[in-house]
């Protein structure tokens, strides 16, 4: 299961965290942009570049502290088709260093359409009987609140090509409570759509006993976190909300299971941005700041595992 893969990598390196790959130009040091532009113009054609210059620095200097990137779609399609290269690119470098790549696309439509953003990101295009992977990544965020109708062609792709997804159940920002909260017959809706997530999944159990459909559950509400990890023990957890968004260590703990897997968190800014918050960093050393907040967060999370 494509789940394993990512299990088993986390405990290669003891870290279950996730790089959140969603750069913005101003992210970007100086020094990079000026010389994609300098090349290409100030154009998308040079953001891109300058994006795919950073992303690739900072996978150098992770894939063997983190072991994988999440790297947010909407932040390359922001500079077109050239943003949207950089999205491929960055999948397939990140690969080339042993790091599982989940893509946040958070897609969500049914029937024929459903299968088309399943193609693009986790399976394979025909071209004149030719299957060319679009994207490639190993896992993809999925919003489930469509129903089966919505998943199902997901799941058919993680069967045949060995890959997974993470459904929106209780994310982690401030008004997640206005639906998600809700309740039908007693249970709030988050907790419904973890059990979809369950069944969904019941087909595809891995080694490690977690399926290939996993739930994505915020770090800031850990009351409710802690309960949806008793109640789906068979739901590995994408964790979103630690550090900029206000979660904490200690609170992510209830994430895990008894053997200190189930979970994976996922921090983006403090990683992609440590450069601009320590003292006296030259912007030249960003990626080995971004190695240092990794190994931070690494140790933060595990002293509470």
Same mark, same amino acid.
């Given at each position: &299961?494509?789940?394993? +893969?990512? #299990?088993?990598?986390?405990?290669?390196?003891?870290? /279950?965290?996730?790089?959140?790959?969603?750069?913005?130009?101003?992210? %970007?040091?100086?020094?990079?942009?000026?010389?994609?532009?300098?090349?290409?113009? +100030?154009?998308?054609?040079?953001?891109?570049?300058?994006?795919?210059?950073?992303?690739?620095?900072?996978?150098?200097?992770?894939?063997?502290?983190? /072991?994988?990137?999440?790297?947010?779609?909407?932040?390359?399609?922001?500079?077109?088709?050239?943003?949207?290269?950089?999205?491929?690119?960055?999948?397939?470098?990140?690969?080339?260093?042993? &790091?599982? %790549? @989940?893509?946040?696309?958070?897609?969500?439509?049914?029937?024929?359409? @459903?299968?088309?953003?399943?193609?693009?990101?986790?399976?394979?295009?025909?071209?004149? !009987?030719?299957?060319?992977?679009?994207? !490639?990544?190993? $896992?993809?965020?999925?919003?489930?609140?469509?129903?089966?109708?919505? #998943?199902?062609?997901?799941?058919? &792709?993680?069967?045949?090509?060995?890959?997974?997804? *993470? %459904?929106?159940?209780?994310?982690?920002?401030?008004?997640?409570? =206005?639906?998600?909260?809700? =309740?039908?017959?007693?249970? /709030?809706?988050?907790?419904? &759509?973890?059990? @979809?997530? =369950?069944?969904?999944?019941?087909?595809?159990?891995?080694?490690?006993?977690?399926?290939? %459909?996993?739930?994505?559950?915020?770090?800031?509400?850990?009351?409710?976190? $802690?309960?949806?990890?008793?109640?789906?023990?068979?739901? @590995?957890?994408?964790? /979103?909300?630690?550090?900029?968004?206000?979660?904490?260590?200690? !609170?992510?703990?209830?994430? *895990?299971? $008894?053997?200190?897997?189930?979970?994976?968190?996922?921090?983006?800014?403090?990683?992609?941005?440590?450069?601009?918050?320590?003292?006296?960093?030259?912007?030249?050393?960003?990626?080995? $700041?971004?190695?240092?907040?990794?190994?931070?967060?690494?140790?933060?999370?595990?002293?509470?595992?």
């Amino acid at each position: &299961m494509s789940l394993d +893969r990512l #299990i088993k990598r986390i405990d290669e390196l003891k870290n /279950p965290s996730v790089a959140g790959l969603d750069p913005r130009l101003e992210y %970007v040091p100086r020094f990079i942009q000026d010389a994609c532009f300098l090349e290409y113009g +100030r154009t998308l054609e040079g953001a891109a570049a300058a994006l795919l210059a950073f992303n690739k620095a900072l996978i150098d200097a992770l894939y063997d502290v983190v /072991p994988a990137i999440k790297p947010q779609a909407a932040y390359y399609e922001m500079y077109g088709w050239q943003g949207v290269r950089t999205l491929a690119e960055t999948i397939c470098y990140a690969q080339e260093k042993g &790091m599982f %790549v @989940m893509t946040d696309g958070k897609r969500n439509d049914i029937g024929a359409t @459903m299968t088309a953003y399943a193609t693009a990101h986790l399976g394979k295009t025909d071209v004149d !009987g030719i299957s060319l992977d679009a994207f !490639g990544a190993d $896992a993809l965020t999925v919003n489930g609140y469509l129903g089966t109708d919505g #998943i199902q062609p997901l799941l058919d &792709m993680c069967v045949q090509y060995d890959k997974g997804i *993470f %459904v929106l159940a209780k994310t982690s920002n401030p008004s997640s409570g =206005e639906l998600q909260d809700r =309740e039908i017959d007693g249970k /709030p809706v988050y907790e419904i &759509m973890g059990e @979809m997530c =369950e069944n969904w999944g019941a087909d595809q159990i891995g080694a490690y006993g977690y399926s290939s %459909v996993g739930a994505v559950v915020g770090a800031t509400y850990p009351e409710q976190l $802690a309960a949806l990890r008793k109640k789906l023990p068979h739901t @590995m957890f994408l964790v /979103p909300g630690y550090g900029a968004q206000g979660g904490g260590a200690q !609170g992510v703990a209830g994430a *895990f299971d $008894a053997n200190g897997r189930g979970a994976v968190v996922n921090s983006s800014r403090a990683i992609m941005c440590a450069w601009k918050k320590e003292p006296d960093c030259l912007e030249t050393d960003f990626a080995q $700041a971004a190695r240092r907040e990794a190994i931070r967060m690494r140790d933060d999370i595990t002293a509470y595992l």
